[in-house]
C-alpha cells in the first residue's frame, strides 16, 4: 500500500461478545489510520478489527488488529521478552546494562530482588556516573496522554538513580523530565509522566538508571503502559 495513499478506514470493536462497528468519518492517510487505532483500542477485553476502504468504495484490506495495539501502544508487561514490545537495550560500561528478569522461573538468590518478570539493573560494584538505557519504540500520540509505569529501588542504600527522558523528533536526550534517587523503596511504587505531543511529532520514552559507587543494589522497572488520556494521579 503506497504510504501517500488515502483510503476511508473504520474498526469493527468486540467487547464481552457484543460487536460494535465505528467508522472513521474522514479519508486519512496510513499514519493517520495507525493513530486512530490508538484512540479506539478499548479495553484489555475488547478485540479490534480494521477494514480499508479504497475512494470507490472497494475494501482493500480487513484484519484484526489486536497485534498492532501490542506492539504499537509502547506498553510492556514483560511477560515476553522485551523485544515483542519493541523495546531495546542499549549497552552499558563495564556490564552495567538492563536484564530482563522472571523469578517465577528462576528464583533470585537475593531476597530484595522483587517477584515476577521486569526488567533489572544489578547496581552493585560499579564506579559511579555508569549509565544503562531502556529504549521505548518511537510513538506517536496525539494531545495530552499519559506514561504509566511501576518501579522498585532496593538495597541497603538508595541503589542510585532512575531517570526518565523523553527524546523528540529523534532530536537530543536533553535533560530527565522525571527522576528518582536516594531511596529505597517498599515494594513497587507507581508512577505517572504526561506526556503533550501534537502530530506530526514523534517521540520516544527512555529509562536511564544510574550507578552511585558503594551503593548496591536493585533499579527495576514494570508494567508500562501507554493511556490514551491526561495523568489522573
Same mark, same amino acid.
Not at 2 to 23: C, D, I, K, V
Given at each position: 500500500?503506497?504510504?501517500?495513499?488515502?483510503?476511508?478506514?473504520?474498526?469493527?470493536?468486540?467487547?464481552?461478545?457484543?460487536?460494535?462497528?465505528?467508522?472513521i468519518p474522514t479519508l486519512l492517510q496510513l499514519d493517520h489510520i495507525v493513530?486512530?487505532?490508538?484512540?479506539?483500542?478499548?479495553?484489555?477485553?475488547?478485540?479490534?478489527?480494521?477494514?480499508?476502504?479504497?475512494?470507490?468504495?472497494?475494501?482493500?484490506?480487513?484484519?484484526?488488529?489486536?497485534?498492532?495495539?501490542?506492539?504499537?501502544?509502547?506498553?510492556?508487561?514483560?511477560?515476553?521478552?522485551?523485544?515483542?514490545?519493541?523495546?531495546?537495550?542499549?549497552?552499558?560500561?563495564?556490564?552495567?546494562?538492563?536484564?530482563?528478569?522472571?523469578?517465577?522461573?528462576?528464583?533470585?538468590m537475593d531476597a530484595t530482588v522483587p517477584t515476577g518478570s521486569f526488567m533489572?539493573?544489578?547496581?552493585?560494584?560499579?564506579?559511579?556516573?555508569?549509565?544503562?538505557?531502556?529504549?521505548?519504540?518511537?510513538?506517536?500520540?496525539?494531545?495530552?496522554?499519559? @506514561?504509566? *509505569?511501576?518501579?522498585?529501588?532496593?538495597?541497603?542504600? +538508595?541503589?542510585?538513580?532512575?531517570?526518565?527522558? &523523553?527524546? !523528540?523528533?529523534?532530536?537530543?536526550?536533553?535533560?530527565?523530565?522525571?527522576?528518582?534517587?536516594?531511596?529505597?523503596?517498599?515494594?513497587?511504587?507507581?508512577?505517572?509522566?504526561?506526556?503533550?505531543?501534537?502530530?506530526?511529532?514523534?517521540?520516544? @520514552?527512555? *529509562?536511564?538508571?544510574?550507578?552511585?559507587?558503594?551503593? +548496591?543494589?536493585?533499579?527495576?522497572?514494570?508494567? &508500562?503502559? !501507554?493511556?490514551?488520556?491526561?495523568?489522573?494521579?
Open positions: 500500500m503506497p504510504e501517500n495513499s488515502w483510503f476511508q478506514a473504520g474498526l469493527y470493536q468486540t467487547t464481552r461478545g457484543h460487536r460494535l462497528m465505528r467508522t493513530n486512530a487505532i490508538y484512540h479506539w483500542r478499548g479495553s484489555a477485553e475488547s478485540r479490534l478489527t480494521m477494514w480499508l476502504r479504497d475512494v470507490n468504495g472497494k475494501i482493500i484490506r480487513d484484519f484484526d488488529t489486536s497485534v498492532w495495539h501490542f506492539r504499537t501502544s509502547g506498553g510492556c508487561t514483560f511477560e515476553e521478552h522485551y523485544s515483542s514490545c519493541g523495546y531495546s537495550v542499549a549497552l552499558g560500561t563495564n556490564g552495567f546494562t538492563w536484564e530482563q528478569v522472571n523469578t517465577w522461573e528462576k528464583p533470585p533489572l539493573v544489578n547496581s552493585s560494584g560499579f564506579a559511579s556516573g555508569q549509565k544503562a538505557h531502556l529504549l521505548l519504540p518511537v510513538l506517536k500520540e496525539n494531545d495530552t496522554h499519559c @506514561i504509566d *509505569f511501576h518501579y522498585h529501588m532496593s538495597g541497603r542504600t +538508595s541503589p542510585g538513580a532512575l531517570n526518565v527522558y &523523553v527524546k !523528540v523528533n529523534g532530536g537530543p536526550q536533553g535533560n530527565p523530565v522525571w527522576n528518582v534517587s536516594g531511596v529505597v523503596t517498599e515494594g513497587w511504587v507507581r508512577a505517572e509522566l504526561a506526556i503533550s505531543t501534537f502530530w506530526p511529532n514523534f517521540y520516544q @520514552i527512555i *529509562f536511564e538508571a544510574v550507578s552511585v559507587k558503594d551503593h +548496591s543494589g536493585y533499579i527495576a522497572v514494570d508494567e &508500562v503502559r !501507554v493511556l490514551a488520556h491526561p495523568c489522573r494521579m
